[in-house]
């Protein structure tokens, strides 16, 4: 549905202080433009009704992606398709195969009109025959949850209500690509758990194709089939939620061992599948593979030095916390 | 749902088009009505210019006769009144592009215009019918309060629709100017304040192409003004209105050697600003500025 190869898009980078004579250069293009690069040699492909997770840190490249995609960006380099379109040659298929979601707030709006007026023009002006819009300003603002708020002024609304209008903009018409910047920033828990159900099971039934960039990594690993991690434009890693937890992170063991002795906390360490072994005023963290399948072993070692095990907890890793890791390692870097 | 899922539309039939076009119109009528006030005030505008240059051609008819002769019996209100309606027109065609350009992008909806079936161009197109055919209105509004109010000498000329060719035919030649003023709101980032490629041609031809007064004017005082004046289509088009208004002249040879010569700015202007403007909305896709933020 999606297929993005080697893709690179680069900014121009604005700067003040540059010369008239700098400019004229640039302009003439004797000297080279100094440029950001947002997207380094991204490649990747979507399928049809995946739902598929942009994360990375701000400034990442996730919205500069999505707008590529949206066939609202040209990039420097690389051939990407969407709805089996090419974003370059077939630009304006593309931008009607999408239903776009900008991040924050960021509403069209027309002064003093009222929302149900507003998702009438929006509806048809995506291509809707009339009737249709305005048998649909009703489901799609009872989807949102602002069905109450028909008849108010879009400039009234609070700032998660014009995300939620945004959305509802979006479900005004059937496209089978979603584009979703940070759909449940600024959302309340409620609301923000309803769109995400609203996603997981409402697009996936019409079998729509999600792109979804989000801080949010909890909603990422409950919502996304795969997720990519980008940073500096660069693509650090791309699979499952689980896939990329195992991958990148161990799972935890808390343990209580009474009597606690070196040569115990060595010879746990000794086991194949643990990275690290940190006591704990009197805990120990076992930090390893896959523990829940494999703590029988550390439990044969306490059973056969003769202690006792009186506490176990083994805590599965987030993608949060593989977020957060991969960050730093990147930053020490 | 899902069985509406293949009804994706990414071009539309003309008649779907026209039901965009109804809201699109719906739409401009609702927003215009939100100003009332101002709507009541232009019309009060429009009123008061006309008492004052009635007031003024009593006043100067004397000295400016020998000037605009060449156009009916000479009178200057008459004379005025076409060269405002002409203005009014001119002035759309110069600032028309630059407009839609700017209101869609600080209001967000340029992007909106994109991702629709119907496009730039189509919405573009609609847009323009809808000005012109309500300055139209006004225009027609304008010349009866001028005739039964003011008593301008005004009949309807036989070669009528030779006026309202010269008048697309300017529109189509301003164009061009009109069209690389909205470029320079993409290319150049001109973004807010005065656009100086169409300042300088409505200045321009506010002053020298003849709205108000002949550029032969200049003939005894300022020579070079009248020659810069020739560099403006609406020059050309304004003596070619006038001939035809209040002459009744049809297919003369001014009248022919004025129009080609608008169709001499079409060739150049035109293209030239449809390429500008293609190259404006491309940079503005490359550096991501289709959209204010995000
Ligand atoms: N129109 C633009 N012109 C120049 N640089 C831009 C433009 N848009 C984005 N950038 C730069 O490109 C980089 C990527 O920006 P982008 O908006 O894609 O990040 P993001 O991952 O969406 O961040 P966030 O999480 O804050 O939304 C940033 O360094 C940003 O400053
Ligand atoms: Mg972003």
């Known amino acids: 549905m999606i297929k993005i190869k080697n893709l690179v898009k680069k900014y121009p980078v604005v700067n003040p202080n540059k010369s008239l004579k700098q400019r004229v250069k640039e302009t003439l293009k004797l000297e080279k433009k100094s440029l950001l690069t947002a997207l380094d040699d991204v490649s990747f492909d979507v399928k049809k009704g995946e739902i598929f997770g942009v994360l990375g840190p701000n400034g990442a490249g996730k919205t500069t992606l999505l707008k590529v995609l949206a066939g609202f960006l040209l990039p420097e380099r690389g051939t990407v398709s969407v709805n089996g379109f090419d974003i370059i040659r077939e630009r304006h298929e593309v931008r009607t195969s999408c239903n776009f979601l900008r991040a924050g707030g960021w509403v069209i709006f027309d002064y003093k009109f009222k929302i149900s007026t507003m998702l009438k023009y929006w509806g048809v002006f995506l291509g809707l025959p009339l009737s249709e819009a305005e048998e649909r300003i009703n489901y799609t603002l009872e989807k949102v949850g602002l069905l109450d708020k028909k008849d108010d002024y879009v400039e009234n609304l609070s700032y998660g209500m014009r995300q939620k209008l945004n959305l509802a903009r979006c479900l005004m018409t059937h496209r089978p690509v979603y584009l979703m910047d940070e759909p449940t920033t600024n959302i309340d828990p409620y609301s923000a758990d309803f769109i995400r159900r609203f996603i997981q099971t409402e697009l996936r039934r019409e079998g729509a194709t999600t792109v979804l960039a989000t801080h949010n990594l909890w909603e990422a690993e409950q919502v996304c089939d795969r997720v990519a991690i980008l940073m500096g434009g660069k693509i650090l890693t791309i699979g499952t939620p689980d896939d990329i937890i195992r991958k990148y992170a161990l799972d935890t063991a808390v343990i209580q061992i009474k009597p606690i002795t070196d040569d115990i906390r060595k010879k746990i360490k000794a086991l194949g599948f643990v990275g690290n072994v940190v006591p704990e005023s009197d805990l120990v963290m076992v930090y390893g593979k896959d523990l829940p399948k494999n703590i029988h072993k550390i439990l044969e070692v306490c059973y056969e030095s003769k202690t006792k095990i009186t506490y176990l907890d083994i805590k599965k890793p987030s993608l949060n916390e593989v977020f957060i890791q991969l960050m730093r390692d990147k930053n020490e870097q | ?294």
């Open chain 2, 1 to 294: 749902m899902s069985s509406k899922q293949d009804t994706i539309k990414h071009y539309l039939t003309f008649k779907e088009k026209l039901v965009v076009a109804y809201i699109c119109i719906e739409r401009k009528i609702l927003l215009s009505l939100r100003f009332k006030i101002s709507a009541l005030f232009s019309w009060i505008g429009m009123f008061v210019s006309l008492a004052t240059f009635f007031f003024l051609g009593k006043l100067i008819q004397p000295g400016v006769t020998v000037y605009i002769s060449q156009y009916g019996s000479g009178a200057y209100f008459p004379y005025v009144l076409l060269g405002m309606a002409f203005g009014t027109f001119s002035g759309l065609a110069l600032s028309l592009y630059l407009n839609v350009i700017s209101s869609t992008y600080w209001s967000n909806w340029l992007e909106m215009i994109f991702s629709s079936p119907i496009g730039f161009r189509t919405y573009m197109g609609i847009t323009m019918v809808w000005v012109y055919l309500t300055s139209a209105l006004t225009i027609i509004i304008y010349f009866l309060v001028g005739i039964f109010i003011f008593g301008a000498e005004l009949t309807l000329p036989s070669t009528w629709w030779l006026a309202i060719i010269v008048l697309a035919l300017a529109i189509l030649a301003i164009s061009g100017f009109g069209l690389i003023s909205a470029s320079m709101f993409l290319l150049a980032d001109v973004k807010g304040g005065v656009e100086p490629i169409s300042w300088a041609v409505a200045t321009g031809a506010g002053i020298l192409s003849g709205v108000v007064f002949p550029p032969e004017i200049f003939l005894d005082t300022a020579p070079s003004l009248y020659y810069i004046s020739r560099l403006l289509p609406h020059t050309y088009a304004l003596d070619a209105f006038r001939r035809i208004m209040l002459n009744d002249e049809g297919l003369s040879p001014i009248v022919t050697s004025e129009i080609l010569k608008l169709i001499a700015f079409i060739v150049v202007f035109l293209p030239l600003g449809t390429y500008m403007f293609k190259k404006g909305l491309e940079k503005a896709e490359r550096t991501g500025k289709l959209a204010r933020w995000g």
